[in-house]
């Protein structure tokens, strides 16, 4: 059709300047080329040369009003605010209980239409939220690739990593740049098969703590745990562990051995207590005040996603993940998990308030954050010898003008 109006635009200036005979032969090349009727020609060519006012389009009416985005808004920071893929699978499950508690006042409708939100909407939603989003003590160091990876590395493993139990472990300090001295440490365990992670902190990095802490992770998992795979540490392999569990551990220098842990170290870890020193017994209850609820609102509200196809074509690199699930889900899921476990989880599952947990950690950060701030010595400035500055030469110097 665009073709066909080019055409005619074109033999409509020829035609209101030709006479008769002219005008004939145009519509004969016209009707010829376009197929149209004689009369239909004739008055598209006297046509296309007036001008059209052209009315702009009425817009659509908005499919997500603002009560619905900012419910949205809701969802996304009481999630720690994830990206749309992680986000989208989750309010089926979140909303629901949001909804519940008070948190959100929506429709039946307006819910309806929230829960059925697509990923990439919900990114365009929250650009602006996003661009404005400040995050509490977030160190300009970002994690690198190796985090990054979920590439299998258990191969030469006496035991499957893809049954929930098996775990790792690994330990990050809280130095604030500084070595020195004591300060504290905290001990992440993560599931492999179901991401389930827990945190314990200890005092300083010795074989007792960890061993303390470890103990304590372990009553604190749904369910049994079946072996544990560490770094070359002294104070994670000790002869109780290897009495107790299967123990293994990984290669001097390949901390991708451990990369179902490490990853979380920065995900779990950094991103919510950041990078500040932490060596006081004050800061060491408030670390596993905050653990305590964060391994509620993390295995059972924070969905995680998993490789499951990788391919190398030349320089490029293809990689497919599954679809954003809680750890919980992901337990819950798996055919290898009792029915004892699974009713322990659902039932605490249905006694979280999300967003009530997530105020609730947040403050709890920002408390840790205050005791770590008020440690740091005022600067002093050096008193000021008044009587050497008045002196003439002094007062008015003339070295680098003369």
């Not at 059209?52 to 009425?58: F, G, P, Y």
């Not at 490029?316 to 699930?325: F, G, N």
């Not at 809680?326 to 009792?338: D, I, K, W, Y």
């Amino acid at each position: 059709m665009s073709q066909r109006q080019a055409v005619t635009k074109v033999k409509a200036r020829a035609y209101a300047r030709a006479d008769r005979a002219e005008k004939s032969q145009i519509l004969d090349e016209i009707v010829e080329l376009t197929g149209w009727h004689r009369d239909w020609a004739r008055a598209a060519l006297r046509e296309a040369l007036k001008l059209k006012v052209v009315k702009a389009r009425a817009p659509r009416s908005p499919t997500y009003g603002p009560r619905i985005i900012a419910a949205l808004i809701i969802c996304w920071a009481v999630l720690r605010a994830p990206a749309g893929k992680r986000l989208a699978p989750m309010l089926p499950v979140l909303v629901p209980i949001l909804r519940r508690d008070g948190e959100l006042e929506l429709t039946d409708a307006e819910a309806a239409l929230l829960v059925r939100m697509s990923a990439a909407t919900i990114d365009r939603r929250l650009a602006g939220e996003r661009a404005r989003m400040t995050l509490r003590g977030r160190s300009h160091t970002k994690p690198g690739s190796l985090l990054k990876s979920q590439i299998p590395v258990r191969t030469w493993a006496d035991w499957d990593d893809a049954v929930p139990g098996f775990v790792e472990i690994d330990l990050v300090g809280h130095e604030g740049g500084n070595s020195s001295g004591e300060f504290c440490f905290t001990l992440t365990v993560t599931d492999i098969a179901t991401g389930w992670t827990v945190n314990r902190s200890v005092r300083n990095k010795a074989q007792r703590w960890v061993f303390e802490a470890l103990t304590y992770i372990i009553a604190r998992f749904p369910f049994p745990i079946l072996g544990i795979d560490s770094d070359n540490g002294s104070e994670v392999i000790n002869g109780q562990l290897l009495r107790k569990i299967t123990f293994t551990r990984s290669r001097p220098g390949n901390k991708n051995d451990g990369a179902h842990v490490e990853q979380k170290n920065w995900a779990r870890v950094r991103e919510l207590v950041g990078y500040y020193r932490y060596d006081t017994p004050a800061e060491l209850a408030k670390l596993n005040e905050i653990w305590e609820l964060d391994a509620v609102f993390t295995n059972y509200l924070l969905p995680q996603q998993k490789l499951i196809f990788k391919q190398r074509q030349g320089a490029k690199v293809i990689k497919r993940y599954d679809t954003a699930t809680t750890p919980h889900q992901r337990a819950l899921a798996h055919p290898g998990m009792r029915k004892r476990p699974v009713i322990t989880m659902n039932a605490a599952f249905k006694k979280i308030k999300p967003a009530a947990l997530s105020r609730q950690i947040l403050a709890l950060t920002g408390q840790l954050e205050l005791l770590a701030q008020a440690k740091a010595a005022p600067r002093v400035k050096p008193p000021v010898n008044r009587a050497w500055n008045d002196q003439g030469w002094r007062r008015n110097p003339n070295e680098a003008t003369s």
